[in-house]
C-alpha cells in the first residue's frame, strides 16, 4: 500500500489527531480544497484552531495530509476487497461495483486531490504511485484469468485495466454535479457486459 511519507506530516496529537484528520476531509468534501479554513474545520471538530496550527503547521499542510491519508485508504480497501476473491470473474466483478457505488462524497474527496495534485508536486507523486498501485488487482484479476484458460482477452491487458478505470473515474463529475444520465445499475451493466466481451467471456 502507499506509504504517505509525507514531508509535510507532523506527528503531535495522536489518536485525536487523526480522528480530527478525517473530520477535514468531510468538510473539504463540502466546501472544497480553497475554502476549507481552519475555523471551518474547528467548527466541525470542536477543536480550536490554536490546537489545530499545532497538530498541521499551515492549513495547507493540514489539507494535503488529509487528502493523501484518504486517499490511500482507499487504495488499502481496494486491496482488501481483492484478496477476499479466488474467482478472478468475480473479483473484477466486485472492484468494479466498488468503484461505480462510490459514494457522493468519497467522488467529492477525490476531485478536490485530483485538483489540488495538478497544482502540488508532492501530491502529484503520491497521485502517481496511487494510481499506479489502484491498476493492482485489476492486473493481477487479468493475469490469473487468462493463466487459467478463463479469459482469452481481444485487446492488450493493460488497455483494458485502462479503459475499465477510467470509465468508473468517469463518473466523477456526473455524480458530484448531480449530471447523471442513467442509473448506476444500468451504468454497470453496459460496463460488466463490455468487459465480458473484451475477455472473451460469457457474462
Do not use: C
Amino acid at each position: 500500500m502507499v506509504q504517505s511519507g509525507s514531508r509535510r506530516i507532523r506527528r503531535a496529537g495522536g489518536p485525536r489527531r487523526t480522528v480530527v484528520l478525517g473530520q477535514v476531509v468531510d468538510v473539504l468534501a463540502d466546501r472544497g480544497f480553497a475554502a476549507t479554513r481552519f475555523q471551518d474545520v474547528s467548527a466541525a471538530s470542536g477543536v480550536a484552531v490554536s490546537t489545530l496550527q499545532g497538530y498541521f503547521g499551515s492549513r495547507e499542510d493540514m489539507l494535503i495530509e488529509a487528502l493523501t491519508g484518504a486517499t490511500s485508504g482507499e487504495v488499502t480497501a481496494l486491496h482488501e476487497l481483492a484478496a477476499g476473491f479466488g474467482d478472478p470473474w468475480q473479483q473484477l466483478v466486485a472492484l468494479i461495483d466498488r468503484g461505480l457505488f462510490t459514494s457522493a462524497r468519497t467522488w467529492r474527496m477525490l476531485m478536490e486531490f485530483w485538483t489540488a495534485a495538478a497544482h502540488d508536486s508532492e501530491l502529484r507523486e503520491h497521485a502517481a504511485a496511487l494510481a499506479e498501485q489502484y491498476r493492482e488487482p485489476f492486473v493481477e484479476a487479468l493475469r490469473r484469468g487468462v493463466d487459467a484458460g478463463a479469459f482469452e482477452p481481444r485487446f492488450n491487458s493493460a488497455a483494458i485495466v485502462d479503459v475499465v478505470v477510467a470509465t468508473m473515474d468517469g463518473l466523477l463529475y456526473p455524480v458530484v454535479l448531480g449530471h447523471r444520465g442513467s442509473d448506476v445499475t444500468d451504468y454497470r451493466d453496459v460496463v460488466l457486459a463490455q468487459l465480458a466481451l473484451v475477455l472473451g467471456k460469457d457474462a
